[in-house]
């Protein structure tokens, strides 16, 4: 009898959580994300205006999504100046669709964006080679106290349970508070990130293949600066992830 009533307790604590998720799902029904129509956290019509990269033709060292071509090949820039990580990737095309999405992340503390990801995923695990850990680009201290998370960081640990893959959350970090670098050209940032990047004395990169993860791929810099500092401290290869990237003349 003590057995049953047990599991009659454990019955009704279920049927109370999931009754209450339906309630919620009643009176605050999802709305997309975009449109914030009823229905979905991102619907139909929404998710065909997204632009995902790995389904076009892109560089393959720092995958810039090129206009035309018939197959994958090296940009330019990266042929004449081969950037410090060995691959870089982005799932979506920065446009006003993402930006809105990654505005809400970012600068609103809307977390949702995690629950579309994995419906995107597919197209650029493929890209990604296997690697030994996920370090997430850090935010100084005090950036972080300001904001209260690290969009970077919450990214990797999505990132990190699609590809089973731990996640080092304090192996990289930002050793200098640097100002934002909204508005800045790519000399000026390349300037900004000097030495802004140091390695966690308790951690060693030597001869590890890492995926280093941000938010956005505007210029390549913050990823560069930061995949010079793991390379300089024994790194084996550097891979690059994002959630988007920004088109030149964006």
């Known amino acids: 009898m003590e057995e049953f009533n047990r599991v009659k307790v454990k019955l009704v604590t279920c049927s109370f959580f999931w009754g209450s998720l339906l309630m919620l799902d009643y009176f605050f029904p999802r709305t997309c994300f975009l449109c914030s129509a009823a229905g979905d956290d991102l619907c139909v019509h929404c998710q065909q205006k997204l632009k995902v990269i790995c389904r076009g033709v892109f560089c393959t060292v720092c995958g810039k999504p090129f206009t035309a071509g018939l197959k994958p090949h090296p940009c330019s820039d990266c042929t004449k100046d081969p950037p410090a990580y060995d691959r870089h990737r982005s799932i979506f095309l920065f446009d006003e669709n993402i930006k809105k999405l990654v505005h809400q992340f970012k600068y609103q503390g809307d977390f949702g964006i995690k629950r579309i990801i994995p419906e995107f995923f597919g197209a650029v695990a493929a890209e990604i080679p296997p690697a030994d850990i996920i370090i997430p680009v850090p935010l100084h201290v005090n950036r972080l106290r300001s904001r209260g998370y690290n969009q970077s960081l919450v990214l990797a640990r999505v990132f990190g349970k699609l590809l089973c ?79 988007a990237f920004v088109p030149s003349g964006f």
């Not at 080092?168 to 990130?193: A, F, M, S």
């Not at 280093?212 to 891979?239: I, P, R, W």
């Open 165 to 243: 893959r731990k996640v080092g959350p304090r192996v990289l970090k930002r050793v200098k508070d640097t100002p934002t670098q909204t508005g800045l050209d790519r000399r000026q940032r390349e300037q900004n990130l000097k030495k802004a990047f140091g390695i966690s004395g308790k951690h060693d990169v030597g001869g590890k293949k890492i995926l280093l993860v941000d938010d956005v791929h505007t210029t390549g810099v913050t990823l560069n600066a930061a995949a010079s500092v793991l390379k300089s401290f024994g790194a084996g290869e550097v891979y690059a992830l994002t959630l």
